[in-house]
């Protein structure tokens, strides 16, 4: 069975940072691009990066340009996004998607106030 399981998630004021985490089980994780996908409270999900399944060409949206890292290691089957500089409006649930697929996950969630 597919399991993703997203941590790192928290409250920060803006400017702060966080690194995001993704547990990946059941599947041959180092095959896959993965992907990071947000919800904002009461909108629709929202891409926000991706990596191929080597950890090479990562994308960004430009929401999120300059400010998110996104990483992976194979060997621990591990996703990672690092998220500087945060802004009020990244505050979302944030979840780790197999490229094209929807969230399997609870999510970790980001909230970023003053």
């Known amino acids: 069975e597919v399991q993703l399981v997203e941590s790192g998630g928290g409250s920060v004021q803006p400017g702060g940072s966080l690194r995001l985490s993704c547990a990946a089980s059941?599947?041959?994780?180092?095959?896959?691009?993965m992907s990071w996908v947000r919800q904002a409270p009461g909108k629709g999900l929202e891409w926000v990066s991706g990596?191929?399944?080597?950890?090479?060409?990562?994308t960004y949206a430009d929401s999120v340009k300059g400010r998110f890292t996104i990483s992976r290691d194979n060997a621990k089957n591990t996703l990672h996004l690092q998220l500087n500089s945060l802004k009020i409006e990244d505050t979302a649930m944030y979840y780790c998607?197999?490229?094209?697929?929807?969230?399997r996950g609870q999510g970790t969630q980001v909230t970023v106030s003053s």
């Open positions: 990596v191929d399944s080597g950890g090479g060409s990562p």
């Open positions: 059941g599947f041959t994780f180092s095959a896959f691009a």
């Open positions: 998607v197999i490229k094209g697929n929807p969230p």
